[in-house]
């Protein structure tokens, strides 16, 4: 129903976990693929939590701000994000990830095979926490097809840019042990335009499940 990835809503999770429970990673680890995996395999697994409260960041679609991601991750943990992961996503091994970096790597590689080399451009210092949405960046709607989970966030000292902390769906072996740095303040592959956070609750004392 939620048609996974290149068309999957973050929201729908969060309603079919309103409508039904979730159970320990202990009964039910993740294993990264869904191939040869049925739902009858985990019918012994016992209630755990739910949701009570699906919500996206902000008033709606388009309204989450790196404002408002920092404060609803300070006040009640990490938020599900979504992003256009570029081609080479799957090569992450560290860093911050931009787009004007993916740019630069695709020309490197081009003046590689022809033999031809480049200078670095200066890197963009740190600025202000920003409070854009995708209106005040002239966007109505973006084609998102990754979907992680956002933790936290950073600034390096070296070059004082700004990043987000991101959780992958990959596993611990690929990335930082499965997580990766992108951009954060410029909606960079659209990371800031469509956050969703979730209330969860504990099955028992009152809570149905």
Not at 62 to 73: L, P, R, V, W
Not at 111 to 118: F, I, M, N, P
Not at 154 to 160: L, S, T, Y
Request: proline share 3%; hydrophobic share 30%; aromatic share 10%.
């Amino acid at each position: 129903m939620n048609e996974g990835c290149d068309g999957g809503w973050p929201f729908f999770h969060g309603f079919f976990a309103e409508n039904g429970h979730l159970v320990t990673e202990e009964c039910a680890p993740y294993i990264g693929k869904t191939k040869g995996d049925k739902c009858s395999n985990y019918e012994k697994c016992e209630p755990h939590s739910k949701i009570d409260k699906t919500y996206f960041v902000g008033k709606g679609y388009g309204d989450s701000t790196e404002k408002n991601m920092m404060k609803e991750i300070m006040r009640n943990g990490l938020v599900n994000g979504e992003l256009n992961a570029p081609h080479i996503f799957h090569m992450y091994n560290s860093g911050v990830l931009t787009e004007t970096g993916i740019k630069k790597l695709n020309k490197a590689v081009l003046a590689q095979v022809s033999r031809k080399t480049e200078g670095e451009a200066e890197p963009k210092k740190a600025q202000d926490v920003g409070d854009k949405d995708l209106a005040d960046y002239g966007i109505e709607w973006q084609n998102l097809n990754h979907s992680v989970v956002i933790v936290g966030w950073g600034e390096d000292p070296v070059n004082q840019m700004k990043y987000w902390i991101v959780r992958n769906s990959y596993g611990a072996n690929w990335g930082d042990h499965g997580e990766f740095m992108v951009q954060r303040g410029t909606d960079n592959f659209g990371i800031e335009g469509e956050t969703t956070a979730y209330d969860p609750v504990l099955c028992g004392d009152g809570v149905q499940c």
